[in-house]
Structure formats: structure tokens, C-alpha cells
């Protein structure tokens, strides 16, 4: 599958998703657990800690992409999550229809190639300025998202990438078997 072999359109975010803020949190306010905490960052899909929520406390649920408004960085969350809320760099969160685990990290990188060049700390983007920006996307013969092209080229390049790792792995297995047989090891 290629990129370029398909037609591409502009399309407000504000068009395809509903935006909204996590509630007021703290990462500081939570014990270790099991469920992520989503905050501003621009690695490990934005979790910053594992948490215990609190007694009856509702999660923010899974299937969105979380932008942060001080760099820009979009990920797809696949699990229920506890985001960080309140004032400044609270997460962004966008919810929509069709979206799951492939076109919702192909979306996410097309988010984060408009919005890290012009979300900064000193100029960071807000649930209303997020719903202005522009994202480039490929199209279906209804000139709408075409959310299955972007599910199938995420697919095939998970597999390529899994091949390529099976690969590397079997050339060092392969390697380390040889180190052990001339170093007289087991």
C-alpha cells in the first residue's frame, strides 16, 4: 500500500471529532496501580504513571487520540485511562466514530505533523484552537476519511515491522548459539 497512490484532503479536526478536557488531576494524587495516567508527553503513549483510581472515580475511556497542548504530541489510547485535567497542559482528548487501534495511530501522526510545529509552552493550543486545525488525510470515493485504507496501511506496517524483529531476533539467537557452542558454555 502507498500513500501517494491516494487521493488526500484537509479536514478540521473539529469536523471528524468531539473534543474535551480530562476532569481537574494530579498524578501526584494517586497511588501506584494498574491504570494509566495520561499526561503532556512526547513518549510512552503520554503515561507518565500507573494509578489506583480513586473510590468510584470515573476513567476516561479508551478509543481516543490525546494530544498535548505544549508540544503537539498525539497518541491513540487503547485503554481506559486517567488523564491529567485542570489548567494549562491538561490533555486534549478526541473522541470519534470508526476510529480503533490502526487509523486512530495513523490519525494520531497526522495530528502531531500539524500541531508540533506550532504548539509550544509558551503558545500552547487549547480544546478550541484544537478544533481549527487542519489535517491532512486520505480519502474514500465519497470524499470522506477513508478510516479503512488508514486501519489496512497500520496493519501492514505492524507486520513488516514484526517480521523485521523476528528476523533480528533469529540472527542473534543464531549468533549467541555459536558464542556458547566455541566458548565451550552449554
Given at each position: 500500500?502507498?500513500l501517494?497512490d ?18 481537574a488531576r ?11 495516567f ?17 473510590d ?14 505544549v ?7 487503547p485503554?481506559?485511562f486517567l488523564?491529567r485535567?485542570g489548567?494549562?497542559s ?5 473522541y470519534?466514530k ?21 504548539y509550544?509552552y509558551?503558545h500552547?493550543?487549547?480544546k478550541d484552537s484544537i ?21 489496512d496501511y ?7 515491522k ?9 540472527q ?6 555459536i ?8
Amino acid at each position: 500500500m502507498e500513500l501517494r497512490d491516494r487521493e488526500w484532503r484537509s479536514f478540521q479536526i473539529g469536523e471528524l471529532f468531539f473534543v474535551k478536557r480530562p476532569l481537574a488531576r494530579n498524578k501526584d494524587n494517586y497511588a501506584s496501580g494498574d491504570v494509566p495516567f495520561v499526561a503532556s508527553g512526547s513518549v510512552n503513549n503520554g503515561v507518565v504513571k500507573c494509578c489506583e483510581p480513586h473510590d468510584d472515580e470515573k476513567l476516561d475511556e479508551a478509543g481516543c487520540i490525546t494530544v498535548s497542548p505544549v508540544d503537539g504530541t498525539a497518541f491513540y489510547q487503547p485503554y481506559s485511562f486517567l488523564g491529567r485535567g485542570g489548567a494549562g497542559s491538561s490533555i486534549l482528548m478526541l473522541y470519534a466514530k470508526g476510529i480503533n487501534l490502526y487509523n486512530g495511530q495513523f490519525i494520531a501522526r497526522m495530528i502531531e505533523n500539524t500541531c508540533s510545529c506550532k504548539y509550544t509552552y509558551g503558545h500552547m493550543g487549547n480544546k478550541d484552537s484544537i478544533k481549527h486545525e487542519r489535517i491532512m488525510l486520505p480519502v474514500d470515493d465519497n470524499d470522506a476519511p477513508d478510516y479503512q485504507f488508514m486501519e489496512d496501511y497500520m496493519k501492514e506496517l505492524m507486520i513488516a515491522k514484526r517480521k523485521q524483529y523476528q528476523k533480528y531476533a533469529n540472527q542473534r539467537l543464531a549468533e549467541l548459539s555459536i558464542d556458547v557452542k566455541n566458548s565451550g558454555g552449554v
